[in-house]
């Protein structure tokens, strides 16, 4: 039986997410799959989607409504990729008790403002050009590592050679492969 992965989209959804759908293509024969659309979770109806309106929304209570929506929905331990508000929503609802296996977090927002982590295994992903990512300090002061990529933004998410990575170490992970070593040279 498949391992569940559940899916929590950034704060654009299915509305401009179609790098999703990579994800999907590389993971659905190896993950009973559940995807969440960030605003559908915090009950965003916005008339106008422009970036400044939805991401006010979501810090304006957007973010709560979609963990209490996530909380209220996912009982099952289960694993959890996660994109931008996706990964905070995620990160917030870990801390509230979503039983979560693990938690892949790519780009995640606002993350950097806590004070706490969740008691969940994790991974953090940014882009190294990344302005919202969280500073070193922050992730000392949790005890917390997180991997940059060089030469990369907040939506590396959606570059192609990221999808391959993530979807990688996603499946080496739940897997228990352990990655090859590097020889001594």
């Known amino acids: 039986m ?22 999907l293509g590389y993971l659905q024969q190896y993950f ?11 009950n965003l109806d916005l008339t106008v989607q422009s970036e400044e309106n939805v991401h006010n929304a979501f810090v304006e209570g957007g973010i709560d409504t979609a963990v209490a929506h996530l909380l209220k929905k996912e009982k099952t331990p289960s ?3 996660a994109f931008s508000t996706g990964g905070t929503i995620v990160w917030n ?25 969740p008691c969940v295994p994790f991974n953090l992903l940014y882009g190294a050009n990344d302005s919202y990512a969280p500073k070193e300090s922050w992730a000392n002061m949790l005890g917390i590592e997180m991997e940059l990529m060089p030469n990369f933004g ?23 492969i352990a990655p090859k070593e590097k020889k001594a040279v």
């Open 2 to 23: 498949a391992e569940r992965l559940v899916i929590v989209s950034d704060m654009w959804g299915a509305k401009k997410g179609l790098w999703i759908t990579s994800y």
């Open 32 to 42: 009973d799959i559940t995807f969440y659309d960030s605003q559908q979770l915090a």
């Open 79 to 81: 694993y959890y990729l």
């Open 93 to 117: 609802a870990a801390k509230m008790g979503l039983p979560v296996k693990s938690l892949y977090s790519v780009s995640a927002t606002r993350i950097r403002l806590d004070n706490d982590k």
């Open 154 to 176: 907040h939506t590396l998410y959606s570059d192609e050679k990221v999808i391959r990575k993530v979807c990688l170490d996603l499946l080496q992970q739940v897997t228990q």
